[in-house]
């Protein structure tokens, strides 16, 4: 880098941890509309917010993230109806993972396309929680952020994120079926191998499968557990791209130590 790439530049100052909060903490306010209207099939541009119980418009000072909330008391400015601790809660996670990226990966490329791959992951777990879907407008445009990011320098490369969209689809296969005979349950929608391949895409093949295995033991795990203390067939209450998600935003963090960690075991 001799100082012509401006996005670079841009990123490259001592305030970029704290830049990065309030760039997360702003993208987070965006990734509630989308979780809010995209199973809806409405725009996320516009119109502007509005209170779903009296339909007031929010205006922008009713509006700024997590501030807000607090300054209203987690209520409605005109009617005075609760607001949903989800808004914040959405808010501030991804704040604190932005603020977490810009520290692990510091002023970089990379760390600007796993905030992308992060707010995607959390928005897509919070919609398959709700609604058990996992919308393809989030879904295909990050297999190809993902890949495209893979050709700048430095891990995963093209060829592992490459592999790794493509193994999503052989990993859904095996999750597919290793939930089907745990469960009794087919707990896999299409939706789900296209996550895999965005994970794949942004992660590449080795932290893809890491991600895969982490989320089907959890979901095994969560599952057996809902099932020990409340009872029930066995029916699957949390989706498993919610598990994906999770595992996907866990992995981003520590998966290069992990599979160095694993690597390692392989060559003794
Ligand atoms: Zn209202």
Redesign the pocket.
């Known amino acids: 880098m001799n100082g012509s790439f401006s996005l670079q530049e841009a990123i490259d100052s001592p305030l970029w941890p704290a830049v990065a909060l309030a760039l997360g903490l702003i993208v987070g306010s965006f990734a509630n509309v989308c979780i809010h209207r995209l199973p809806l099939r409405q725009s996320v541009v516009k119109p502007r917010s509005r209170?779903p119980?009296?339909?007031?418009a929010i205006s922008a000072w009713d509006n700024v993230p997590l501030l807000s909330y607090v300054v209203l008391g987690g209520r409605?400015r005109?009617?005075?109806?609760g607001i949903s601790i989800r808004y914040p809660l959405v808010e501030a996670t991804n704040g604190a993972l932005y603020l977490g990226l810009a520290v692990q990966y510091g002023a970089s490329v990379r760390a600007l396309a796993l905030m992308a791959f992060v707010t995607a992951l959390l928005i897509l777990s919070l919609i398959d929680l709700e609604h058990r879907i996992l919308p393809n407008v989030i879904t295909l445009p990050g297999i190809a952020v993902g890949l495209a990011a893979s050709l700048r320098p430095g891990p995963p490369g093209p060829l592992s994120a490459a592999i790794g969209a493509a193994g999503g689809y052989l990993a859904f296969w095996a999750v597919a079926e290793a939930y089907r005979r745990t469960r009794g349950v087919e707990g896999l929608g299409q939706g789900d191998w296209k996550m895999t391949a965005m994970i794949g895409a942004f992660l590449g093949w080795d932290q893809m499968l890491l991600t895969v295995f982490i989320a089907s033991v959890a979901g095994t795990l969560v599952g057996l557990a809902l099932i020990a203390f409340w009872g029930g067939s066995g029916k699957s209450k949390i989706p498993l791209g919610t598990f994906l998600g999770l595992a996907g935003i866990a992995v981003t963090f520590v998966g290069e130590p992990v599979t160095a960690w694993y690597r390692g075991l392989l060559h003794g």
């Open positions: 209170c119980h009296c339909g007031a409605c005109h009617c005075r109806a």
